[in-house]
């Protein structure tokens, strides 16, 4: 997968998991203690992923443009 193609999915990667972690924070405010193993799984998983994704791309992306 080339960079110009990773950042959209790594961007999204991101962005679910930060969602993720808005709604684990939002329910644990509402007194719910019992979460789904999926949505710790993924506030968990996501945004790391997504970063380091992100971060991958855009290192590729730089090293294209000096060559």
């Not at 110009?4 to 961007?11: E, F, G, Y």
């Not at 329910?27 to 203690?33: C, D, P, Q, T, V």
């Not at 193993?37 to 791309?57: D, E």
Request: charged share 10%; proline share 6%; aromatic share 6%.
């Amino acid at each position: 997968m080339s960079a110009p193609k990773l950042m959209p999915l790594a961007l999204a990667l991101f962005a679910l998991g930060l969602v993720a972690i808005v709604v684990v924070f939002a329910l644990f405010a509402a007194g719910k203690s019992d979460l789904p193993v999926w949505l710790n799984v993924a506030a968990c998983l996501l945004t790391p992923i997504g970063l380091g994704l992100g971060v991958l791309s855009a290192v590729r992306n730089s090293r294209a443009k000096r060559r």
